[in-house]
T-cell receptor, first 113, second 122 residues
Framework: NAGVMQNPRHLVRRRGQEARLRCSPMKGHSHVYWYRQLPEEGLKFMVYLQKENIIDESGMPKERFSAEFPKEGPSILRIQQVVRGDSAAYFC???????????FGSGTRLTVV | AQKITQTQPGMFVQEKEAVTLDCTYDTSDPSYGLFWYKQPSSGEMIFLIYQGSYDQQNATEGRYSLNFQKARKSANLVISASQLGDSAMYFCAMREAAALNAGGTSYGKLTFGQGTILTVHP
């Protein structure tokens, strides 16, 4: 009974490259949330998706960031043209429904050099 | 806007003693939920305990209990009989009320505090 799987665990990108972060929700979970944790800070909501739909992207930066959760496959958080300020831990969480008790993944630590 | 405040950047406790981690919140919504998560050095987020705003009794989960004082808008986490493995970062979070998805069901968008680093000494 695998939990929420995020990969890669660590990702290093040079400024200007693209970063793709993957999140495979728990089996049977069709709701996915992405959060970002900047150094020395708490997690901040980015986006909430259901299968094939973005429900709430109020926490997503207006440019360079996008998210998807296709019918098949993992949810993807994509950051184009990364900058040093994008360096952070990115967490994904999933739930079986619109339920607050969701399960977090172990996060992806993005470092932009 | 909702806000969560954790005023203790770091706390120290002796093994086997109890410790209280403070959390205050600010919201005008009558319906909300409060959470505590543990983040060990390995980085994952571990759910500890939940308290609903309408719950009559304080939540408990094993050695964790939540001291919910609604009038003071505080939701402190109490860890009894501390263990070395309790050393970690602890986050208080609040569920934003009345966030609805397309189906009209509320969903779990959380606002987190800054966290408290707990160190348990042997």
């Amino acid at each position: 009974n695998a939990g929420v799987m995020q990969n890669p665990r660590h990702l290093v990108r040079r400024r200007g490259q693209e970063a793709r972060l993957r999140c495979s929700p728990m089996k049977g979970h069709s709701h996915v949330y992405w959060y970002r944790q900047l150094p020395e800070e708490g997690l901040k909501f980015m986006v909430y998706l259901q299968k094939e739909n973005i429900i709430d992207e109020s926490g997503m930066p207006k440019e360079r960031f996008s998210a998807e959760f296709p019918k098949e496959g993992p949810s993807i958080l994509r950051i184009q043209q990364v900058v040093r300020g994008d360096s952070a831990a990115y967490f994904c969480a999933s739930s079986p429904g619109a339920d607050f008790r969701y399960t977090f993944g172990s996060g992806t630590r993005l470092t932009v050099v | 806007a909702q806000k969560i405040t954790q005023t203790q950047p770091g706390m120290f406790v002796q093994e086997k003693e109890a410790v209280t981690l403070d959390c205050t919140y600010d919201t005008s919504d009558p319906s909300y939920g409060l959470f505590w998560y543990k983040q060990p050095s390995s980085g994952e987020m571990i759910f500890l305990i939940y308290q609903g705003s309408y719950d009559q009794q304080n939540a408990t989960e094993g050695r964790y209990s939540l001291n919910f004082q609604k009038a003071r808008k505080s939701a402190n986490l109490v860890i009894s009989a501390s263990q070395l493995g309790d050393s970690a970062m602890y986050f208080c979070a609040m569920r934003e009320a009345a966030a609805l998805n397309a189906g009209g069901t509320s969903y779990g968008k959380l606002t987190f505090g800054q966290g408290t680093i707990l160190t348990v000494h042997p």
